[in-house]
């Protein structure tokens, strides 16, 4: 045990004992990480981090996430100590603190500002959801991403550190073994993310026991192989050694820098240390006291901050934290009268507005009964928005050709390690960081896209979760959404997909029917502040639809419209569809209407949107007397009950689909106008007992 009166030693004490007596409080949580990571966390907490308590927001301040989510009272800890002051979701700094004591206090309880795990926009000061091991540090290297960017946009002569910000994240060996992070890590060293710090907790312990019982990789010679720096710190509680890693990391220019720092989880409990008894559960009151006694603390005192502890933390980060904040603020003032252009800017994306006319450029498509995949027409309208809105970038996880995102107008450019002002972002088949990076760019405030085939949703569906949990407007373009994909076969042939999609709380699913309703789409998605939106498109060309025949695709902003309707506006019966099944419909609406039958056709692109509406307009698009009902989705009808009813008709999927050409497909399946024809005429039966 080092000097019992030296103040670090009093801080780094104050975080274990907190975090023991709110997880012994709650009777649940995570002491153990916390004790371990203790002096690493105040290390560079009090002595690097540029991060200032009063304006946790502040745009140029390093990044610092918490991969090992469940280590969440360490955190809590640090914002309580550092005095972290509370934020609005206007963006406005209030006066109160982020985590009062009695949050702390009231740890994993209903209400308080201290959940189970950090949670964004619950908890200021925490900068990213985590919890779901390894997408932390995943989501902290598209925040590096959305820096650099921001530096090779922003910087200018004589402002060349206006945008310089490190983003740091803290790892445990759960984190180091999820997949997600060595795709992150490959990515991050490709693009030599040199403003990237993973700090690896290497306490051995998992909830099994150690981890020789499942991991054996030789971490430093992995991350090497990466194209990182690696560095070592073989005793945790060693403020030299852990200062001296943080400089090597600030002084490597060319590459991420990987700190492995040796710990000993639940650090000081004389019968829990260095075993997974310290990892998930309350140390126990006895176990406690005696840990407690072994850090010269109190033995019964609980929730104890020592005399001169908050002067220290204030003395610390608190001052060079409000001096660098300061510093920026009237060098922004100065950039301001030079750049106003690129200032208004850099104001517009933190405050996620568009900049005006973003949408001037959005084409509206003629009508074509050959058509044109919603796929093409979304690529178009991408471009034309993002031509007039600068801080739109992304990619593709190497499907970009056939996805359709690829930003072509000049000046677009890669972003790669010699131009990180580059607009195409390369993710490299790595969905699932893909989606960590989209986050972490949208953390930064960069309006981020990220695409593949709809298939593979499924791989990046951890992160979306969080996309949707954080409230951030990533946008997901998924191409290639039903068995349309044709000879690719049940491997490619999402069937699942769009219902799994839909019940993401939160979550915008838009499944456009046609060219225009792709670039209707596009525009409500631009419009999103808070929610993460899915843009669902066919690989195969659909026809445009006439407008001037059919209703106008404005109606995509109310998730569903009445496309054609009977002649009196008093359909008998409904036909509902989304995506490229719509004009199906619109054919056996017609051939419907010939034989006397009055139908009306909905286009609904989205439920989420739709379910949002005012009841009335509901109620007009799907009157409840109607009770004649079908639905038609090349996909799982689960879920379609909701607007169909318990007597209306879903076709939908039932397989996986099949490798076949798509005239052969729609055949076998049923997706054909005769047989919603059918359909229809069954529902009339049923409803009226005659189909006249
Ligand atoms: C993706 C994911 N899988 C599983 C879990 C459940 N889980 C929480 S902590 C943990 C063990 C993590 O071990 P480590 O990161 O070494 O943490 P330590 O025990 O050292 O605190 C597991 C499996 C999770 N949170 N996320
Ligand atoms: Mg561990």
């Not at 405050?351 to 050959?370: I, M, N, S």
């Not at 088949?429 to 298939?455: P, Q």
């Not at 998605?525 to 639809?545: C, F, G, Y």
Request: glycine share 8%; proline share 6%.
């Amino acid at each position: 045990m080092q000097d019992k009166n030296n103040l670090d030693l009093t801080c780094i004490n104050t975080i274990r004992t907190l975090s023991m007596d709110a997880v012994q409080a709650a009777n649940s949580g995570h002491p153990g990480a916390p004790m371990g990571l203790a002096p690493v966390a105040y290390c560079l907490w009090q002595q690097f981090l540029r991060f200032d308590p009063q304006d946790p927001i502040w745009p140029n301040r390093d990044r610092f996430i918490l991969s090992n989510g469940h280590a969440s009272m360490l955190l809590y800890s640090l914002l309580h100590l550092t005095g972290v002051k509370a934020v609005s979701k206007d963006y406005e700094t209030l006066g109160e603190p982020s985590v009062p004591l009695e949050a702390i206090k009231r740890f994993r309880q209903m209400g308080s500002r201290c959940p189970g795990h950090p949670e964004y926009r619950w908890t200021s000061g925490v900068e990213c959801t985590t919890g779901p091991l390894g997408n932390g540090v995943a989501t902290s290297v598209g925040m590096a991403i959305a820096g650099r960017w921001m530096a090779a946009h922003f910087n200018q002569p004589g402002f060349e550190d206006l945008i310089d910000f490190n983003v740091y994240a803290l790892m445990g060996d759960g984190c180091m073994m999820e997949g997600i992070s060595a795709e992150a890590a490959s990515l991050a060293g490709h693009l030599k993310l040199s403003n990237l710090c993973w700090i690896y907790d290497n306490n051995h312990i998992t909830i099994e026991g150690h981890t020789a019982l499942a991991f054996s990789d030789d971490v430093a010679t992995r991350f090497i192989g990466h194209g990182w720096n690696v560095t070592r710190v073989g005793d945790a509680n060693d403020l030299e050694m852990l200062a001296r890693a943080f400089h090597t990391f600030q002084n490597t220019h060319d590459r991420p820098t990987l700190i492995i720092v040796d710990t000993h989880i639940g650090y000081g409990a004389p019968h829990k240390q260095d075993t997974s008894a310290a990892h998930g559960e309350p140390l126990g009151e006895e176990e406690i006291r005696l840990t407690k006694r072994n850090y010269g603390w109190p033995e019964d005192a609980k929730f104890y901050v020592p005399d001169g502890v908050y002067d220290h933390f204030r003395n610390g980060i608190g001052k060079r934290g409000k001096e660098l904040r300061e510093a920026w603020f009237a060098r922004v003032a100065e950039y301001r009268a030079k750049y106003p252009e690129l200032a208004e800017r850099l104001y517009r994306m933190q405050h996620r507005q568009l900049p005006e006319g973003w949408d001037k450029d959005v084409p509206t498509f003629a009508p074509d009964a050959k058509g044109l995949a919603t796929r093409d027409a979304a690529g178009k309208v991408l471009n034309a928005i993002a031509r007039n809105v600068p801080w739109l970038l992304g990619g593709s996880a190497d499907l970009a050709p056939s996805t359709k995102t690829r930003l072509t107008f000049d000046g677009a450019g890669d972003f790669d390690s010699d131009r990180y002002g580059g607009r195409n972002l390369h993710f490299g088949i790595r969905e699932h960081a893909m989606a960590a990076v989209m986050n972490g760019m949208a953390l930064v405030k960069v309006r981020a896209y990220g695409s593949t085939f709809f298939i593979f949703s499924d791989y990046a569906r951890g992160a979306l979760r969080l996309s949707a949990l954080m409230e951030l407007p990533a946008v997901y373009v998924f191409t290639h959404d039903s068995i349309g994909v044709g000879e690719d076969g049940p491997t490619h042939q999402p069937v699942e997909q769009l219902a799994s999609l839909r019940a993401v709380p939160g979550l915008i699913v838009l499944r456009p029917a046609d060219a225009n309703e792709a670039a209707e789409a596009w525009k409500v998605i631009m419009k999103l502040h808070h929610e993460p939106a899915v843009l669902v498109l066919t690989r195969q060309a659909v026809p445009i639809i006439d407008r001037s025949k059919y209703a106008p695709a404005s109606g995509v902003a109310q998730g569903a419209y009445i496309l054609a309707d009977a002649p009196d506006g008093k359909p008998d019966v409904l036909l509902l569809a989304s995506g490229s099944e719509v004009v199906l419909c619109l054919a056996a609406h017609e051939q419907l209407k010939a034989e006397g039958i009055k139908t009306r056709v909905v286009s609904m692109p989205s439920w989420e949107l739709f379910d949002d509406q005012p009841r009335q307009y509901r109620d007009r698009v799907l009157p409840p007397e109607v009770t004649a009902r079908v639905s038609v989705e090349e996909a799982s009808t689960f879920g379609w009950a909701r607007y169909v009813g318990a007597t209306g008709h879903s076709l939908g999927m039932r397989s996986f689909g099949a490798s076949a050409p798509l005239k052969d497909l729609v055949k076998t399946f049923g997706f054909t106008p005769e047989h919603i024809v059918t359909a229809a005429k069954e529902q009339l039966v049923r409803s009226k007992g005659d189909p006249r």
